[in-house]
């Protein structure tokens, strides 16, 4: 039944490592996102992808890599892991506007 | 970018009090979300109010509008403790591209 699901829910790595976070959506949504949510709490978008085109890229490093299979899923692979990419990353999807939340991805990275 | 922001940052009130959050934004907008998030939860959508909407209710949540002054408010009245929980307010500048501000941390205390 969930609507949006994200694996792992807690993943701690060392520097350097490479490492996948895996979303999934059972709405039916043609559009998906990942978003970071720092320590202070501030949510960013990262990447939204619409029917598996990505349309929004923002200023995010290049060691992070969306792939999106198909419509239903959207995964974030990050390269080269940094001690600042620790966060919570979440998954959304949307449906005219309103945006399906995934419960969220902490990175830990030592 | 950072559209919407949140204030007050944190806010502590007494159950059955009401509580109110406000937010700011920069750009013209074609709606205004707000939504809730849980601690360690992803986020959940509260209400939409559509641009050309100057106030919306649902249940014991109210939203105003403010186009001219680039602002919003969050009312919840007659608070619970299970109102606890950061509050965000989210705009779409351009579709499909959400912007979220830093939250609004509401405490209710029993």
């Known amino acids: 039944d969930t609507a949006v699901s994200q694996t792992p829910k807690y993943l701690v790595t060392q520097m350097g490592n490479d490492k996948s976070i895996k979303c999934e959506q059972n709405?039916?949504?043609?559009?998906m996102y990942w978003y970071k949510q720092d320590s202070k709490k501030f949510l960013k978008i990262m990447f939204s992808y619409n029917n598996k085109e990505l349309i929004i890229n923002e200023t995010v490093p290049n060691r992070f890599s969306p792939k999106s299979p198909d419509k239903a899923h959207l995964n974030l692979h990050i390269n080269s892991l940094e001690l600042g990419d620790s966060a919570v990353y979440f998954c959304?999807?949307?449906?005219?506007?309103?945006?399906?939340f995934g419960p969220g991805t902490r990175l830990t990275v030592l | 970018s950072q559209q919407g922001e949140e204030d007050p940052q944190a806010l502590s009130i007494q159950e059955g009090e009401n509580a109110t959050m406000n937010c700011s934004y920069k750009?013209?907008?074609?709606?205004l979300q707000w939504y809730r998030q849980n601690s360690g939860r992803g986020l959940v959508h509260l209400i939409l109010i559509r641009s050309n909407e100057r106030e919306k209710h649902s249940g014991r949540l109210r939203v105003t509008l403010d186009t001219s002054k680039k602002s919003s408010s969050l009312l919840i009245t007659a608070s619970r403790a299970a109102d606890t929980a950061s509050y965000f307010c989210a705009t779409d500048p351009n579709n499909n591209d959400m912007r979220f501000g830093a939250g609004t941390r509401l405490t209710v205390k029993p």
């Open positions: 750009t013209s907008i074609n709606n």
């Open positions: 709405l039916g949504h043609d559009t």
């Open positions: 959304a999807s949307s449906l005219g506007g309103l945006q399906f």
